[in-house]
Every structure is written in C-alpha cells, then in structure tokens.
C-alpha cells in the first residue's frame, strides 16, 4: 500500500511540472503586478502548470524587445503589449497563432462581453490575433483650480477659447504656460500618439491617416492641428523644454492624459484631486467643429498575443489560462483596480461591478468610460514606425520651429510616405 501511495505522490508531483509557460507583461509594474497575482492564483487551482511572468524587454521599445526574442527563438509563449499596428507585423510574419482556432473562443467572447469592441481586432484573414486588454481614450486634463482664478468653470473647447485662455494666463501668470511637451521635438515613433494623433482625430472626426496601404487623411484637419500646435509656441503657451514636473506643479495648465497615471498621483501627488484640482475634457477642436457633435481622440490600446513559437501543449496552457483570466469579471475589476485602465468590454460603463469601484474610488475613470466609443485606435500598417516618425522628421519639428510652414510640412510628410508605401 505504501509503495502504491508513493508512486500516486510521485506522478502528481512529476504533473505538477509538466507544462511550463512564459507571460510577458507590458514594462510597467502595475500590470506586471497584475499578471502575477494571475498566474499565482491560476497555478494554485492547475498545479500542473507552471508560469513565469516577466516583463518584456524594452531593448529600445517593447516591440524591438518581442522581435528580437523571435529573432533568437525565445519568443514567450504569449505576451501582452501589443497594438493593431505591431500585431500586423507580426501577423504577416506569421508568428502569432489566432486565438479563435482555440475551442471555447466564442464562449470567451460572450463571458467578458466583448463583441463590440472585438470587431476593431479582426485582421484581413478573418482571424483574431490580439485579445483587447484595455481600450485608452486619451482625454486633456485641465488645472481648473488655475482656471477658476482666471475666471474659467470649464476647460475650453475650440483653439480660439484655447488661445483666449492663454492670453488670460499670461496676463496674471507670466511664468506659466498652457502645455508641456517635450516630445514634440524629437521623431519618436509612439510618442505621435500622445499629441499628434489626439488632436488630429478630433479635429478630423476620426478619420483614419492610413487605410490599407493608401493615405486617407484629412488634410484640412492636420494642416490645422499643425498650426494650432505653432501658434501655442509662437505665443510661448507651448514649453518644449525639458522640465521635471509640469503640470503636476501647477507650472502648465493642460496634459494629455492617459488612466494609467491616476495610481502614480494618488502616491506621489495627493493634492491632486479629480473635481477640485483637474477635470478631464476631450481634446480642444478648431473653430469650425459642429457644435453638436461628439470630439473622437486616440484610443492607447494593446492586448495579448500568443507566439507560435510555443509547443502545442504550451500553446493549450497558455490558452486555459487567458480564458481563465477573462471569463471571470472579477479578474477585471482586480486589473482597474490595480492598473488604474478600464478592461476592453462592452459593458465597462454599465456594469455595476466596475462602476461602483470607480464612483467610490476613482471617479476619474468615468470621464474614459464615457469617451470609449468615441476613441479610435492607431492605423493597421506594417510601417508604423517609418511613418510615424517622418511625422516627426518631416512635419512637425520643422512646422514648430519654422522651417515649414503648416501646409508645406503637411505636404513634406504625404510625400516621405507615400514614397514610403511604394
């Protein structure tokens, strides 16, 4: 009996180590955080899987960190991190395994209440590569403390409102300014997405720049977005400076802002309080914008791959444990909690489960709640990084310090690219 009990133990403990797999998390420690607190509960249910969450390289970019791991033969068995634009990279170099060829998918589907915003995520083959973790609507933040002095209860609207303001700041504060951006001098390819691209998609109504593989955008609507961006600078109400703090400090009055930074100010900067410090807005739009319609802005969103490099039986794993992950809306409200984004679902701002965390805890989030249907994500191309940074090169560096003028640097970059694209 004793050696039929110790050949059991012996082949559970052999199973507990028979599947080993590998998460990459994004480079940021909250949701590596949450992806461990993940993986340990899972494995604590399935003993018979072992994962290691770390996060991706950044080697310089998270997307150069995942491709140079394919490149060895050390992809992960699956990673998150990933935007529509890397994922048809990836895609066309067939690398990534569809997560619909995986039984239980449309259960998935409907579980985490996605229809909605999966259908953003279908590739040209009909298939889903990427399962959306969070949907990002960019949104301004205002100091409407500041702004009360100067006589303001809203942030502005329009570039002209904008403008107003800034002359208002000026006049009282001479050694403030309206917005800090540094990035804009430098070509960056990513670093579009938090300022070109979120005004550019609410002064165009969110047309995309790139359909396929022609240019689609909205000339008139960047050409102004170019000029509203000079003017703050000619007015010396853009800093392009280098500064430690900006509008944490109260030196600038406008931030392009992302949820993810609410956790970081709740420990580093108390004082700011959503209502009574800032208030969130879409991002300001030109003059001649109906009045009556929605403002879109740019969508931040990523979500989770599986890399084909993995054996099947990984591949399996790997599959239990997203669905798993999913399926249950509670593993969502610990990722708000603890990452500060609101999950890709439907019904992110209805379900009581979400909202009721959010009213008490951080009410902020219900202003990107809000703006979800109205956030476009970034453009399906292959060349993203070329094509955003001759953004940079081309067009907006050269506009901002006037080499160009708004309509020739706008030209300058239609021209790179479609010599790109070529």
């Not at 739009?285 to 319609?293: H, K, L, M, N």
């Amino acid at each position: 009996m004793r050696k039929i009990l110790g050949l059991v133990v012996l082949v559970g403990l052999v199973g507990l180590a028979q599947v080993e797999i590998t998460f990459w998390s994004a480079p940021n420690p909250s949701q590596e955080v949450f992806w461990r607190r993940m993986a340990e509960a899972y494995m604590t249910e399935h003993p018979e899987v072992k994962i290691q969450v770390r996060p991706i390289p950044e080697t310089p970019t998270s997307e150069a960190g995942i491709l140079a791991a394919i490149a060895g033969g050390v992809a992960p068995t699956a990673s998150e991190n990933v935007f529509i634009g890397f994922g048809d990279e990836l895609v066309r170099s067939k690398v990534l395994v569809a997560w619909n060829t995986f039984p239980g998918w449309q259960e998935l589907v409907k579980a985490r209440h996605m229809e909605e915003t999966l259908k953003a995520w279908l590739f040209s083959d009909g298939n889903y590569y990427i399962i959306p973790m969070y949907v990002n609507a960019m949104l301004v933040a205002w100091r409407i403390d500041i702004l009360r002095e100067l006589g303001y209860d809203q942030p502005p609207r329009t570039y002209s409102e904008v403008l107003a303001l800034g002359e208002r700041l000026k006049a009282v504060y001479p050694d403030k300014f309206l917005w800090l951006r540094s990035e804009l001098e430098v070509p960056t390819w990513w670093q579009r997405w938090f300022d070109f691209f979120v005004f550019y998609y609410a002064a165009s109504g969110g047309r995309p720049l790139i359909t396929g593989n022609t240019l689609t955008a909205d000339d008139k609507a960047a050409i102004e977005v170019l000029r509203f961006f000079k003017t703050l600078r000619d007015k010396k109400l853009l800093i392009t400076e280098t500064l430690a703090t900006g509008f944490e400090a109260g030196k600038t009055l406008m931030t392009v802002l992302g949820p993810w930074t609410f956790p970081w100010w709740r420990e580093n900067y108390p004082e700011l309080v959503y209502g009574e410090t800032f208030v969130l807005s879409p991002p300001p739009v030109p003059d001649w914008y109906p009045a009556a319609e929605a403002i879109r802005t740019f969508a931040d969103a990523k979500g989770v791959v599986m890399y084909a490099q993995a054996k099947p039986e990984q591949q399996q794993a790997m599959w239990d444990f997203v669905r798993w992950v999913l399926s249950d809306p509670e593993h969502d409200l610990v990722w708000v909690q603890v990452t500060g984004m609101l999950p890709a679902r439907d019904d992110v701002a209805t379900n009581p489960l979400f909202m009721s965390y959010v009213e008490a805890k951080e009410p902020a989030l219900l202003a990107y709640a809000a703006q979800i249907p109205y956030a476009v994500p970034p453009f399906a191309h292959h060349q993203y990084v070329e094509i955003q940074e001759l953004m940079g090169l081309e067009c907006i560096y050269p506009v901002l310090v006037g080499e160009l003028t708004p309509e020739k640097g706008w030209a300058a970059w239609k021209a790179a690219v479609e010599a790109t694209l070529k």
